[in-house]
């Protein structure tokens, strides 16, 4: 499984993540949206950092999930991402 490493504040209040298997790259699209209204202050945006349990985190109130940004940074599906989520009838 690949868990986050490396990740930090770029301009534009995008995020710089790097995985254990060698991935990285940038995502954004975050700022003002609900329990985001914090960004506002860029500042509180550049506090991101690597959680306990590898989500990508502001504060106990913000956090996403590292697997959706993986998926952002790839362009891969869920499926393919995490195979076991197929049916066995794609498989077939």
């Known amino acids: 499984?690949?868990?986050?490493?490396?990740?930090?504040?770029?301009?534009d209040y995008k995020i710089w993540v790097k995985y254990s298997d060698g991935v990285e790259g940038e995502v954004d699209n975050f700022v003002g949206?609900?329990?985001?209204?914090?960004?506002?202050?860029?500042?509180?945006?550049?506090?991101v950092y690597i959680g306990d349990h590898g989500e990508i985190a502001w504060s106990d109130k913000i956090d996403l999930c590292p697997?959706?940004?993986?998926m952002k940074i790839t362009g891969?599906?869920?499926?393919?991402?995490?195979?076991?989520?197929?049916?066995?009838?794609?498989?077939?």
């Open 67 to 70: 697997d959706s940004i993986y």
């Open 76 to 92: 891969r599906s869920p499926e393919q991402v995490f195979p076991k989520l197929q049916t066995e009838e794609v498989n077939a």
């Open 1 to 11: 499984m690949f868990k986050p490493l490396k990740v930090k504040a770029l301009q």
């Open 33 to 47: 949206k609900s329990v985001f209204k914090p960004w506002d202050d860029y500042d509180e945006f550049k506090k």
